[in-house]
């Protein structure tokens, strides 16, 4: 079992910056993917960045490339996203996954992760 641990999530204004923290702590070894996704309240929870264990494989989605920047800490079995120039419609649950599947790369769909934390609330005011 793999267990997430978010944090980091607040109330900022328009243009304003965040960084999320996503600690795991279990059978860490067997993650290969680690991704953050977002869910706004009345839709789906939708993919925002993924990384690979190594950290050499990493995407976003169209809404957040050269705003939000994923990293990782292997030696803090941590994964953080950096948001930066923060829009209104970026307020959402973010939502930290793992993956321990690695023969279907990176994956942007909720199915593709094994497990997930519980999620911490980000507000951004217009």
């Known amino acids: 079992q793999v267990q997430l641990v978010e944090s980091g999530g607040g109330l900022v204004q328009a243009g304003g910056s965040l960084r999320l923290s996503c600690a795991a702590s279990g059978r860490t070894f067997s993650i290969y993917y680690m991704a953050w996704f977002r869910q706004a309240p009345g839709k789906e929870r939708e993919f925002v960045a993924g990384i690979s264990r190594r950290g050499n494989v990493i995407r976003y989605a169209d809404s957040v490339k050269g705003r939000f920047a994923i990293s990782g800490d292997n030696s803090k079995n941590t994964v953080y996203l950096q948001m930066n120039n923060l829009k209104f419609e970026d307020t959402a649950v973010y939502y930290c996954?793992?993956?321990?599947?690695?023969?279907?790369?990176?994956?942007?769909?909720?199915?593709?992760?094994?497990?997930w934390g519980q999620g911490t609330q980000v507000t951004v005011s217009s």
């Open positions: 996954a793992a993956d321990e599947d690695v023969n279907y790369g990176l994956g942007s769909s909720t199915d593709a992760y094994d497990y």
